[in-house]
């Protein structure tokens, strides 16, 4: 719930934001927590700095005015509350709430959200009345300090068994610029005793948070940041505008959430986990392998591995450690082949880490790490906000966490093995140096290109769901939303594969193709980043220029979206010399005038690739 008992309309000047696209709330939701959501300072000190503080504005409650106009009740946004709380923060303004997981049904903590706002109005005239007999301030605050006393009488009721599947967030940003905010989980200050103190506390768990324009959700798996809510101490949760810009955004759901049903997932706009970087010492294996060189493989680690690579998850290692003896303990307990790029020496974690995702040419935000130390969790945490970083004590619910899920395809059981594959081949580019056309042109690369069938299904969804670099359009679809575009027989749809001397890429690419009058209209295309600077966008356009088209067409068009993760696309069209064709969106090449000539690729048309895979019509 949100504090809009303290809502001011004359400071509210523009009230009539609405939304510019329909949204439809997550479904699903069995349980949540009540999360009392209030207006708060990051430099707190109150009430001390209410007198030496230039910023302090005085709020209803004589509490300091963080955000413009307050919470404001927006009833126009669509949420499982019927309104969004539409908020304008400030400088060193924040929304922050009394954690608990506490998990109530979904309608009675929604029930319990309108009786308290109901009560709340109450509360604050009692309090004002009071203040005005006793001139004590505190009186101001009586709703407040009641509010603080239920919330951690619901830490107190949180049962260890009682736990969330994950916290989810949802957001309507109504600028046109993405907003970056973080999201803190942290022991509250304050409420741990002196004795308490000398124990380790887990770290805080923070994670940064891009609001795109527009609607967008983000879902945070209980791992997370289960070691916060599972120790017991009374925990605190803010979210947190980057920089000091005045950011207007309104919340619609902020609270952790259980699932109805295993099977009933929530959709996520949190990227799934395409790779799971592992420590190595108490995380791997069972003890320090300096003091022990016999350390034995963790049982359950063993599965996890196994599971991960057969779902298309990639594996890789991050830990300080002596390299050689690392790496011969791996092969004794037969598990190196798993491993790609494994960083094993001294350096800070996060640096290995980026490290590893430059070489597998995969985003920061689909990374995993696995580590027991928490000083190196909050290192990486604080340095890649971005990684899932998960203590090894809670790998248990990694296999059925939504992230995690990787896919069933055949090309997923294959991923590792074009990775490695695809390390052969930088080792052999890197003897042309500066040449890199030319060792191009020695792969014999071959693109076959052919029409969507059934079979497709499986890996077209992967593409669609997964594709970030390469994705020309930006968007994403879902099982369900790509089928009926696979049904249609107004468009054509494309599977690209391909090859090379070192091996097999298998299926990297998916199109939706529309040819009208003159023009080859290519409404979306997705590309595996394992291509990426291979040419296989300038071929594949070549091919329907030549092949496919019959009358040659004049110009060949590209549903061109950009996003914060498809700029290598944006750069691949722009050195083809496609430019805006105003004022349609999109990017368009007029062929009259360029020419996509690609000589050291090989395309099959899509009845020759099906028929006989070495009929190979080379483009010119």
Not at 374 to 392: H, K, M, T, Y
Not at 564 to 573: E, T, Y
């Amino acid at each position: 719930m949100f504090e809009f008992d303290k809502y001011e309309m004359h400071l509210h000047a523009d009230r009539n934001l609405a939304p510019q696209q329909p949204y439809k709330p997550v479904q699903g939701v069995a349980k949540m927590s009540l999360l009392m959501w209030g207006e708060h300072c990051v430099e707190c000190a109150a009430p001390g700095c209410f007198a030496t503080c230039d910023l302090y504005q005085s709020r209803p409650d004589r509490r300091c005015r963080r955000l413009t106009y307050g919470m404001y009740r927006n009833r126009r946004f669509p949420s499982a509350r019927g309104y969004g709380a539409e908020v304008k923060f400030k400088k060193w303004g924040k929304i922050e709430a009394r954690g608990n997981t506490l998990m109530l049904p979904a309608g009675a903590a929604l029930l319990a959200e309108r009786v308290i706002s109901l009560i709340a109005p109450l509360a604050n005239t009692t309090g004002e009345l009071m203040y005005r007999l006793t001139r004590d301030i505190r009186w101001s605050y009586f709703e407040h300090a009641i509010l603080e006393r239920f919330a951690r009488w619901l830490h107190q009721k949180s049962r260890t068994e009682s736990k969330p599947d994950l916290f989810l967030l949802e957001v309507y940003n109504p600028t046109d610029a993405p907003i970056r905010m973080q999201l803190n989980m942290a022991i509250a200050g304050g409420a741990v005793s002196k004795q308490t103190q000398f124990v380790q506390l887990p770290p805080p768990f923070r994670a940064s948070v891009m609001l795109s324009p527009g609607y967008s959700r983000h879902e945070f798996g209980h791992e997370q940041f289960s070691a916060i809510t599972g120790c017991g101490h009374p925990f605190d949760i803010a979210i947190i505008p980057d920089g000091e810009n005045a950011s207007r955004v309104v919340f619609l759901t902020a609270d952790f959430v259980v699932h109805r049903n295993a099977e009933s997932k929530l959709s996520s706009s949190s990227p799934k986990i395409k790779c799971v970087v592992w420590d190595l010492d108490n995380t791997m294996w069972n003890g320090i392998l300096l003091e022990n060189e016999t350390v034995a493989l963790r049982p359950e680690v063993f599965e996890l591995l196994r599971a991960f690579d057969e779902r298309g998850i990639l594996l890789s290692i991050a830990s300080k450690n002596d390299e050689a003896s690392a790496w011969r303990r791996l092969e004794e307990l037969g598990i190196a082949d798993y491993f790609l790029y494994p960083q094993i020496n001294w350096l800070p974690k996060s640096e290995n880490i980026k490290i590893i995702a430059e070489q597998l040419n995969i985003g920061l935000d689909t990374f995993a790490f696995v580590d027991d130390n928490p000083f190196e969790l909050e290192e990486v945490s604080r340095v890649l906000g971005g990684v899932a970083c998960i203590n090894a004590a809670d790998i248990d619910g990694l296999l059925s966490n939504p992230r995690y899920q990787g896919t069933s395809s055949g090309e997923a059981k294959k991923r590792s093995q074009f990775y490695r594959e695809e390390f052969v081949r930088k080792k052999s580019a890197a003897k042309f140096g500066s040449d890199y056309l030319g060792f191009l042109a020695t792969c014999d690369i071959k693109l076959y290109v052919d029409a969507y069938a059934a079979d497709d299904l499986d890996r077209v969804s992967e593409l669609v769901q997964r594709t970030n670099q390469l994705n020309f359009s930006g968007r994403k679809y879902a099982r369900n939303e790509i089928l009926p575009i696979l049904a249609d027989d107004e468009v054509k749809k494309y599977v690209l594969r391909c090859t090379d001397n070192f091996g097999s890429y298998g299926a990297v690419g998916f199109a939706i193709v529309r040819f009208v009058e003159h023009e080859i209209r290519i409404e979306d295309f997705m590309l595996s980043c394992r291509v990426q600077g291979r040419f296989i966008e300038q071929a594949f356009f070549s091919y329907l220029v030549s092949s496919e088209s019959g009358e040659k067409p004049e110009s060949l068009w590209v549903n061109f979206e950009p996003t914060s993760r498809n700029v290598p696309a944006q750069q691949v069209l722009e050195s083809l010399r496609f430019g805006p064709c105003l004022p349609s969106k999109g990017l368009s090449l007029d062929l009259n005038v360029h020419s996509l000539d690609c000589t050291f690729i090989s395309v099959a048309s899509s009845s020759a690739s099906q028929g006989d895979p070495s009929a190979i019509q080379a483009t010119r």
